[in-house]
């Protein structure tokens, strides 16, 4: 197993590869688990998420193996990218990885677990959610920040941002970190990074009267586009969503 500590918890080295390796039959299950299972664990009195990424197909057995760096991995460095940037994820403490032979087998995400009170899904979820616009304008004050600071978030989705309340001082935590570009970011590549957080025009609209004010762009085109892409999004996902009913249909 290759397995990497962050500096702040080499100490816990020992305490963390025993975590994962009983990570199946230990440890509380956080979420469904449908796709990666994340459990939550005890390290020494703190709390710790470990992700165990599924196994992948027989194409990224090999590609994992000797030539693309793991989710595992790329959240681990992403997410030490995040924090020197100043930005919020939850720690990450460690990354391991299973490897037999010519073939990736698992890999493992370590972080510190950190207890919020919404993520953005609530505010799609709950149309009367207390402060809703504030938030929106904070959380879109936020994405600006990301973009400025160069970081292409391409799961800027609706559970992958962690809001703590803070007394209205929101901030801000990125989870689901392993799929992320840092550049230079387009006018473009700005507006199309908002596409899948909400089908809500309205919500979209408070977003884009935020990011045109921070931006000192018009409002109007800044609008025009977050929706434009919001629909296209809202248009492919609903086609798949089609498309995977009828599949199941013609399994039975």
Same mark, same amino acid.
């Given at each position: 197993m290759n397995f990497i500590v962050s500096n702040k918890h080499t100490s816990k080295e020992r305490e963390i590869l025993a975590l994962l390796q009983n990570f199946e039959n230990q440890g509380k299950l956080f979420g469904n688990g449908a796709r990666n299972k994340i459990k939550i664990f005890n390290l020494d009195g703190q709390e710790v998420n470990i992700k165990s990424f599924k196994v992948p197909n027989l194409v990224n057995k090999i590609a994992y193996r000797f030539f693309r760096k793991s989710k595992a991995q790329r959240s681990f460095e992403y997410a030490h990218q995040l924090l020197d940037r100043g930005i919020g994820t939850p720690y990450p403490v460690a990354y391991a990885e299973e490897k037999d032979g010519l073939l990736f087998k698992k890999s493992f995400y370590v972080s510190e677990h950190l207890q919020s009170d919404l993520t953005y899904r609530t505010l799609v979820q709950q149309p009367d959610y207390p402060e809703k616009e504030r938030i929106l304008r904070a959380f879109t004050r936020f994405t600006y920040e %990301?973009? @400025? #600071?160069?970081?292409q978030f391409l799961d800027h989705s609706p559970g992958n941002t962690l809001i703590k309340l803070n007394g209205g001082d929101y901030k801000f935590f990125l989870v689901d970190l392993n799929r992320m570009n840092f550049k230079t970011l387009s006018f473009e590549e700005r507006m199309k990074n908002f596409s899948r957080l909400t089908p809500e025009k309205g919500m979209v609209a408070i977003m884009a009267s935020e990011y045109a004010e &921070?931006?000192?762009?018009?409002?109007? @085109? &800044?609008f025009e586009k977050m929706w434009g892409y919001t629909e296209e999004f809202q248009?492919?996902? %609903? #086609? #798949?969503k089609r498309l995977k009913k009828k599949l199941k249909f013609w399994k039975k």
């Open positions: %990301l973009h @400025e #600071k160069g970081i &921070v931006s000192n762009r018009p409002e109007a @085109e &800044v248009q492919k996902f %609903l #086609k #798949k």
